[in-house]
């Protein structure tokens, strides 16, 4: 089969988050995705060890999807989101909120993560000075996290690269983050150290001052930095520091969203109820671009006041609602429930951390951390070149058929929930022999 990438320009195309450079000299080009695996564009199955970007929960290729945004396409292909609706919207939102954690069962759409990140943080915003608090205009964030890359969310992000070409929200601040390999290493579940770094949010009211802060936002497990864990108590720590101070707390479950962790969501997960949580990615399996904020009726009734013909919340997208994202919805929500998706990694959760968990004797591995249905392998940099012996054990993998994602020298694993347990066995054969290979 001739590669495509022979005959494509692959000038225009301005590729994101991406060594674009680096990667038109030697592009990797998937064409066809089924259940597990992708197709790529020289005919090679690809088993996919990361769900696309975290995303695709119910695998690849699933009909009902298709079927349910190219019905509703032929039906209406679009609406109009501001002061006009369309039954699906609600019915969607209706589902969303039977599985929210309790009381969150307010929903706001959005087109994707980062715009979810932006709403949520506007939210806290609007709901602070709903309630007489209009001083509140701080947003807290974390260092090592990533909420997406709209303003909002790289001001209250704390990856370096994605921070300092860009101008962030003034006032923002950070905790620290909850990574400390020197206590924590290969350990088996949570953490057992760094609940006491929650006090950090304690430590920014001291230093600000409660009346400034309107919102702390965290991902429970932070994903895109490399898998981060929350220390055993960390969580509940944080909330009820926020809620001693009026501070909202957000959590960005964007990839915990939807089953990652065995669990609808990872709040329930960690039995702590946030104020707002964000999602996307698999709240329409991938398949169209759609996000959504659950918000707690306590936040959104703080709104629902003032005259009832003015805006409550001068805030929305175009496509927010969008008719067919609100179908796959729909249809990934039935597949979901069908197939048991949202806790299937509960049941594998076990297994796949010792499978993971083999690999502590491989070449080059400093860390594994695991949680529900996500890994975190983290290795030793090559003297000098930071990031480089990752980036070259991913190369490795896909030319042996095996998806991973890596950023800086950490291997990111999250497959789709319906991952089989041979190819779980796949995967760590794949990575070992790759890390033999590497310098
Ligand atoms: C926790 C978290 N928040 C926000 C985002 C941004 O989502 P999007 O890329 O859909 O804007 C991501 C994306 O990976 C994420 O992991």
Redesign the pocket.
Known sequence: MQSPANTLSLDEYWMPFTANRQFKAAPRLLTRAEGMYYTSDDGRQVLDGTAG??CVNAGHGRREIATAVADQLRDMDYAPSFQMGHPLAFQFAERLGRIAPPGLDRIFFTG??????DTALKIALAYQRAIGQGTRTRLIGRERG????GFG?VSVGGILNNRRTFIGLPGSDHLRHTHDPARNRFCQGLPEHGAELADDLERLVQLHGAETIAAVIV?PVA??TGVLLPPRGYLERLREIATRHGILLIF?E??TGFGRLGTPFAAGYFGVTPDLI?T??GLTNGAIPM?AVFCARHVQDALMTGPENLIELFHGYTYSGHPAACAAGMAVLDIYEREGLLVRGGELETEWRQAMLSLRDAAHVTDIRTIGLVAGIELASRDGAPAARAYDVFVDCFQQGLLIRVTGDIIALSPPLIVERAQIGTIVATIRDALNRVR
């Open positions: 970007l975290w994707s993560g980062s715009e979810s990140v990533y909420h997406g890359v969310g991902e994903g895109s960005d964007v990839i964000t996307a990615k996000g």
